[in-house]
């Protein structure tokens, strides 16, 4: 009776592990990238604000997908890893940050942002598109 519990039991945790791991998808670059600007730069201190977190990930990939494709169409054309480095420093530096156009989306309708955007947004915005970018340039998805 006792080993009839314990194969059972087994039986169990390896049934629910496989299901786990068969349920789990790899994601891409753009996708890491993207949940991880999110998470990083997520400053909701405002008890009658909530952000979406899951609706802002999947509007942040496409952003963080021209980026790959950048690096990945970049390397085809044959630009050196110094170039490529030149070009990551251009990606973080204040000019290209300041050049984003932020929207926020309320109700059904898009608003531009204005207001200077935070010291986190935009260390979490250069470190996510730069990472994206050499993602792109050396091949990892």
Same mark, same amino acid.
């Given at each position: $009776? ?6 059972? $039991? ?29 998470? =990083? ?28 494709? $950048? ?52 260390? =979490? ?8 970018? $050499? ?7």
């Amino acid at each position: $009776m006792k080993k009839k519990n314990m194969v059972m $039991m087994a039986t169990t945790l390896i049934v629910s592990s496989l299901l786990t791991v068969g349920c789990s998808q790899p994601k891409t670059s753009a996708e890491r990238n993207a949940k991880h600007f999110v998470y =990083a730069s997520n400053d909701d201190f405002d008890p009658n604000f909530r952000t979406q977190i899951y609706d802002s990930i999947t509007l942040s990939v496409p952003l963080f997908e021209q980026f790959w494709q $950048m690096g990945k169409k970049d390397k085809e054309s044959g630009v050196t890893p110094e170039e490529a480095q030149e070009r990551v420093l251009y990606l973080k530096s204040d000019e290209f940050l300041n050049s984003i156009q932020r929207t926020s989306h309320f109700a059904g309708k898009a608003y531009k942002n204005s207001k200077s955007v935070s010291p986190k947004w935009r260390k =979490a915005m250069s470190e996510g598109i730069s990472a994206t970018y $050499m993602d792109g340039y050396e091949g990892r998805d």
